[in-house]
């Protein structure tokens, strides 16, 4: 993969985890294209091959209704999240399409000002490398936990 | 953007970052030029519009004088910081200026080894992308807790 | 440095990190080359010149007996790692060896799900940068915590 490649790819999880943590959660369905395949499991499931694991989308009208959901679960404000993401590793490439999987951190923000690790793991993603960006169209979050109760809620 | 001075955000990034963690502290007004602006505030009062906020400084001597307080209120020795940067987005640019907002992590480690989370939020900074190097104008730091008695410290 | 090497640098430091968190830790011992010299210090030994510090190895046997020793002593799976780098700053440059300083951070993942901070610190590496990609010939593990005990273990 070609350096500029690489930089569209980077420059698009920024744009990703930069909406999630400013809590534009209604835009974030958009960053999907294509398949639009968003999946959350555990590493325990993914080695054991139960990809489908604790969450599985592949239509924008369903990341659509998980952010409907969780609006109206979280009435109100109470915590916020911040997104640290490690460099992606090209993992395959086919045309415009490159496998990449990237380590990430989220931090989570308690009202009270606590902060602690809300959860790590990487992402199993899918680009196509169009001319201006790179365009995600599948992810699949591999958290490191096990724990998953209080995973379901925040976008990853 | 191209990648070249993309790159040269991310690098003046790396070294203002590693010159706190070295506590190198004396060094660190010397990152600052044209405007020199260092604000550090909370979200919640960013959200509010009152980005005055909690540290207020726009010129060196400022950021020297604020090295010098830390310095007499800290005589021992008693903890140390590390700073883990996400990748920068780039919000907007201006001829050779360039706005960008990046996600930051701060871990503490004290005195007897424990780690913890000191900080997370996002900066918001003014480069101005010049031959060799990108120099940093403007810094607003966003902090994502409104618990600021400890944020007073240590420049972020 | 050119943006293409500082480039390899980065997707080299990014291999390394995801082989020890996919716990793939026999095939570590391969991303050393040439001098294959590896140690870990604190940052108070660091700063007292005490570079040998807690881990020293200086051949590709001496990371295969570390990393045997390190499954025979740990024979039930117990907990997971995830490490997040930050951007490299180049130190200096000689020929085709670049010597690097990289922040880190490493979040543990324990059984119950718990994540905690393990380690914090930064990596002073050797690459040197060939055709096709950066090759690691020296890394230093500096830790910022001087709670050693448990840094024995996994490699950093």
Redesign the interface.
Known sequence: MN??S??KI??A???Y??CI?DDRLEEWPNFFHGPCLYRVTT?ANFRDGLEGGIIFANTKGMLVDRVSALREANIYERQ?Y?????????LSESGSLAKT?T???V?R?LQ??????Y????YLDVYEIAQQEARLNERTVIC????IDTLLALPL
């Open positions: 350096d500029s690489y930089q980077i420059r999880q920024a744009e985890v930069r943590d590493a916020s911040r997104h640290i993401l490690g460099q992606p590793s090209i999987e380590p990430f951190l931090a923000i009270d000002g606590d902060t602690d690790i959860a790590t793991g990487r490191d936990s096990s724990r």
